[in-house]
Antibody, heavy 120, light 107 residues
Framework: QVQLVQSGAEVKKPGASVKVSCKAS????????VHWVRQAPGQGLEWMGV????????TYSQKFQGRVTLTWDTSTTTVYMELSRLRSGDTAVYYC?????????????WGQGTLVTVSS | DIQMTQSPSSVSASVGDRVTITCRAS??????VAWYQQKPGKAPNLLIY???TLQKGVPSRFSGSGSGKDFTLTISSLLPEDFATYYC?????????FGQGTKLEIK
C-alpha cells in the first residue's frame, strides 16, 4: 500500500537548520510529484515547495526561497526538506504529500507529519 | 499567486443537516480545485479533486461543484464523524494555495 513515512519530531534553536525526511513506498516514485506543506499551531495549510522526481525539477514558494531546499534519493525513494535560519514562526507540523503527474490535481496520500519546534 | 477565499470560517450544524462551504479563486482556474478534511492531530484527507470528482472511499454524502472562480463543497446529511476542518486548494498552478479553512462544529 502507498505510504509516506516521515522522520520524527525535532526541536531546534533559532538560526539552526532542520532536515525532515519522507520515505515513499508502494508506488512508482517517478510518477508522482512530492509536495511539502506546513501547518503552524492552530493555523491553516501553507505550501512550501514541490519536487518532480521524473526530471528533478524543483519549485519553491517565494516565501521560503533561499531558506528551503528539497533533495531526494531515488535509490531509497526518500525526499528531504531542509529549512535553514529557523525562527520561532517556523514552529509547525511539516507534511509531505504526493500528487499524480498524469492524473494531476489530487494530493491523495500524506505523510503523518513532523513537528518542528523552534525555541531557544 | 492565486488567492483562495473560503467561507464561512466556521459553521455550527447538527447531525443530519446539509452544509455548504464555498471557495472563490482570485482568477479563473477551470476545475482545478481539491477539497480536504482535517481532524485534530491528523494529516489532511482528500475528499474531492477536479472540483467534483469524489476520491475513492469517500462517502457519497460529500459532493463538489463549480468551475472558473466559484466552488462549493456540500455535505448532504452530516454524520458525527464529519465535524472537522475543511480546506479548499487550487491545483491550477504553482504556488499551490489553500483557503483559510472552515471549522465545522456541532450545534
Amino acid at each position: 500500500q502507498v505510504q509516506l513515512v516521515q522522520s520524527g519530531a525535532e526541536v531546534k534553536k533559532p538560526g539552526a537548520s532542520v532536515k525532515v525526511s519522507c520515505k515513499a513506498s508502494g508506488y512508482t516514485f517517478s510518477n508522482y510529484y512530492v509536495h511539502w506543506v506546513r501547518q503552524a499551531p492552530g493555523q491553516g495549510l501553507e505550501w512550501m515547495g514541490v519536487l518532480d522526481p521524473s526530471d528533478g525539477r524543483l519549485t519553491y514558494s517565494q516565501k521560503f526561497q533561499g531558506r528551503v531546499t528539497l533533495t531526494w534519493d531515488t535509490s531509497t525513494t526518500t525526499v528531504y526538506m531542509e529549512l535553514s535560519r529557523l525562527r520561532s514562526g517556523d514552529t509547525a507540523v511539516y507534511y509531505c504529500t504526493r500528487e499524480g503527474i498524469i492524473v494531476a490535481g489530487s494530493n491523495d496520500h500524506w505523510g503523518q507529519g513532523t513537528l518542528v519546534t523552534v525555541s531557544s | 499567486d492565486i488567492q483562495m477565499t473560503q467561507s464561512p470560517s466556521s459553521v455550527s450544524a447538527s447531525v443530519g443537516d446539509r452544509v455548504t462551504i464555498t471557495c472563490r479563486a482570485s482568477q479563473g482556474i477551470s476545475s482545478w480545485v481539491a477539497w480536504y478534511q482535517q481532524k485534530p492531530g491528523k494529516a489532511p484527507n482528500l475528499l474531492i479533486y477536479a472540483a467534483s470528482t469524489l476520491q475513492k472511499g469517500v462517502p457519497s454524502r460529500f459532493s463538489g461543484s463549480g468551475s472558473g472562480k466559484d466552488f462549493t463543497l456540500t455535505i448532504s446529511s452530516l454524520l458525527p464523524e464529519d465535524f472537522a476542518t475543511y480546506y479548499c486548494q487550487q491545483t491550477d498552478s504553482l504556488p499551490r494555495t489553500f483557503g483559510q479553512g472552515t471549522k465545522l462544529e456541532i450545534k
